[in-house]
């Protein structure tokens, strides 16, 4: 929907020449605010996102949570650091979490965090985090794609060790079984 010359002309003084330059100014603002998807990965699966969140974290001092939203066609649409803290943990507010995913219309995420320590075995405290992710994510129809935890050489994925999917049973499970 570029702006037409002609409605530029009716601007009293406005002449020709300048309408043009105008109106392609403007279209040009319009293009550079939309958002570039070549700038926008697709993430088509654990190791794709291991090693996007790889580059993003290993080797820094404290742990750093960041989430990756993506759309239906797994295409990145944000990229949110959503916690930092200390060396020994951090608990990222779960309503954060599910506030952005709402405010970028992602279909589901990789939530992605790193372990000073540079150990990448995922601690009780992670394991409670992403299970009340999927509890509170799906009756929004939100996918918790992953959890990924970043340690010093290797990363644990919480989908390809099969720990997703027993959390995921885990939070359909009536309380008292």
Known sequence: AEMPISSLLSVKGLKQ???AQLAAAIELAR???LPDKRTRPIIKGTLQAARYL???LRGLPDEHF???YLNRQNRLLDDALIAQGTV???R???RTIINRALQVNASG???GHNHPSGAAEPSESDRLLTQDLIAACRPLGLKVLDHIIVGEETTFSFADSGLLDELELLC???DDA
């Open 66 to 68: 960041r989430v990756l």
């Open 88 to 90: 020994d943990g951090v």
């Open 31 to 33: 293009r550079i605010a």
């Open 92 to 94: 990222p507010p779960i």
């Open 17 to 19: 020449a300048k309408a």
């Open 54 to 56: 790889q580059e993003r």
């Open 172 to 174: 359909l499970a009536p």
């Open 109 to 111: 995420f990789v939530a």
